[in-house]
């Protein structure tokens, strides 16, 4: 891992509890060691190839002389947030040093290091509004803030009549839930600049001017405060809760729309309560028509989830002009990019190739959700290996697929979900292969064989599909070979395998165009484990014999099909990948 050393930074800033250092400005020294790559910039020699330590230098500099601290601490802490969530920073270590803090000693000082699995997740009301060609400007406003952060939730959108200035169209107002990393002011710049992108304009004398856009901080979890940022031309400073998410019915009514038992932290009233009081009408909801967002191809939505779906439509095209998607954004195909911590969800992911393909998901960034029924001590080992690479970035979850599978999977995709508050790969590996008599299968048998390796996966998919629609993920299910060709004395699991196969065509054409749905139908990789290779004898011969490569895959091979299903193959949905050395060639 590289590194970029910015040493010796002075900032004055109030820090301490004792009556000696309160209301005084102490001069702190901060010392800041960036991890990143630099390796690119190395051999390009371009500045946008590296961190532009100047701007995180400025940053650092306005937000810890604006802000009041009790400890060293916080300020280092919000030092290694600036760079690691605002800056992209893959981990970082800040020393600040605290001059003449003890007698008998030159100064104090503290040292951390961070990376973004270290801070925890702020959930935030945002208000959102616009009056100009507000059917284009609302969901071109929510993908954009989807690149950063996650949209949970969104209000019904209303049609509110303007306020001050009356002589303008009407607005649409909304409401989201916004979970992110980001302090305050590092937010507030980020909803500045799509405000920016979409061309607000401001008019100092007229603050209720028509406008494409308006968001705004409305509540922060239940805390109270003030924060400020630098614009570049002037110093602002703003409240947290919002002052007017009490005083207008068109911006409390869409926040009590999006949670309406939520209390307000300065009145301690719920939303709900505000709404019908601020409105003077009980049914809050019907004070203002809900209306429709409209896309240029002419979908519809009035709000809420369905706005996520058309926001997830729309290209990134302003006025004349289109900007090709980067890595980070979401497309109309529902491709899970390499964004900021993605999660995949391996199931059967304790050993064998279930292991590896959670292995090579976390090497190239996600973080994995190892599912496992009995390998309890697998899961363990390969969740701590995982973690010793990167810290937090594996959990395990265990579950048994093969009993009530239907509750089984919403159970397993809660806790998923309450890991890292999102998914962005579902892989449905976990399966059941074993013998059954002709013409004696078992109720047991082929109830055990279907329920692990078809209506598990069915239902996962279906309980994940909320979660992959807001993330644009994906599904990859594992099949076989022999979900073409039955394999003898091996009927029940054999149809389980081609039930697979039309569950992912199947679900493929019900997701679309939000959620690709494909699979991967695995050759010889692995023997049965119950099964010595040895003991197979001339077997493995003549299998060998019928594979034109003339080998035995690897779990690799499957894992490198996984991980391109995953994130390069943004127009393949629908199909199956044989992974078999051409065995199918000749079946």
């Known amino acids: 891992m590289d590194v970029l050393e910015i040493n010796g930074l002075r900032v004055r800033s109030e820090v301490g509890i004792s009556p000696h250092d309160r209301g005084k400005l102490q001069e702190l020294t901060i010392n800041i060691h960036l991890r990143t790559s630099i390796k690119k910039a190395g051999e390009s020699d371009c500045v946008e190839d590296t961190i532009n330590y ?42 600040v040093h605290k001059p003449n803090s003890l007698r008998f000693s030159d100064s104090s000082s503290v040292t951390i290091e961070r990376c973004t699995e270290d801070f925890e997740w702020n959930e935030v009301h945002i208000s959102i509004g ?111 809760p919002e002052p007017d998410a009490c005083k207008h019915s068109h911006v409390i009514i869409p926040l009590a729309d999006v949670t309406p038992d939520f209390v307000h932290p300065t009145t301690r009233k719920p939303l709900k309560l505000i709404a019908t009081e601020v409105s003077g009408n ?16 002419g979908a519809h939505t009035n709000g809420k989830e369905d706005a996520l779906i058309l926001a997830d439509k729309l290209k990134y095209i302003q006025k004349g002009t289109s900007k090709k998607p980067s890595n980070n954004e979401l497309h109309l195909n529902g491709s899970a990019h390499r964004g900021k911590n993605p999660v995949a969800l391996v199931t059967g992911a304790a050993r064998r190739l279930g292991a590896c393909i959670a292995t090579r998901l976390h090497e190239i960034g996600y973080s994995v959700l190892v599912h496992y029924n009995t390998s309890a001590e697998d899961a363990t080992t390969l969740v701590q290996q995982l973690n010793s690479v990167r810290r937090d970035s594996a959990r395990k979850i265990q579950a048994n697929l093969a009993k009530d599978s239907h509750k089984t999977s919403q159970t397993i995709i809660e806790e998923s979900l309450e890991a890292w508050g999102r998914l962005d790969v579902l892989v449905n590996n976990a399966s059941q292969f074993y013998p059954t008599k002709a013409g004696e299968v078992t109720q047991q048998e082929w109830g055990e064989l279907l329920e692990t390796n078809l209506t598990a996966p069915f239902f996962l998919s279906q309980a994940a599909f909320p979660s992959l629609k807001a ?90 099909a996984v991980d391109f299903l995953a994130s390069s193959a943004e127009y393949i949905t629908g199909q199956i990948i044989r992974v078999d050395g051409g065995r199918s060639l000749n079946q």
């Open 282 to 297: 009980d049914d809050f909801r019907s004070v203002f028509p809900v209306t429709q967002i409209c896309s240029s191809n």
């Open 130 to 240: 616009s009056n100009i060609e507000p059917q284009r400007n609302l969901p071109l406003a929510i993908s954009m803030l989807k690149e950063k952060m996650e949209v949970v939730k969104l209000s019904s959108a209303f049609k509110t009549t303007p306020v001050g200035f009356k002589d303008q169209d009407d607005f649409i107002n909304m409401a989201a839930i916004v979970k992110t990393k980001l302090d305050p002011a590092g937010l507030k710049q980020v909803l500045l600049q799509v405000e920016d992108k979409l061309g607000r304009v401001r008019i100092p004398e007229n603050k209720n001017a028509p406008r494409t856009i308006d968001l705004d901080i409305s509540f922060w979890g239940n805390m109270t405060f003030e924060y400020k940022l630098n614009n570049g031309s002037a110093v602002k400073s703003w409240s947290v």
């Open 54 to 95: 100047r701007t995180i230098t400025k940053d650092v500099l306005f937000h810890v002389e604006n802000k009041k601290y009790n400890l060293v601490e916080a300020v280092a802490t919000d030092v290694a947030r600036i760079c690691v969530v605002r800056h992209d920073v893959q981990s970082v270590k800040v020393t």
């Open 471 to 560: 993330s644009g993920g994906c599904i990859i299910n594992l099949l076989d070979i022999h979900a073409d060709r039955p394999l003898e004395k091996h009927s029940a699991y054999s149809i389980s395998k081609a039930g697979l196969s039309m569950c992912t065509m199947a679900l493929a054409k019900d997701f679309a165009p939000f959620v690709r749905v494909n699979g991967i139908s695995p050759g010889a990789i692995l023997w049965p484990e119950h099964i010595n290779e040895k003991s197979l004898g001339s077997k493995v011969t003549e299998i060998l014999k019928r594979i034109p490569l003339n080998r035995k895959g690897e779990s690799g091979d499957i894992a490198e």
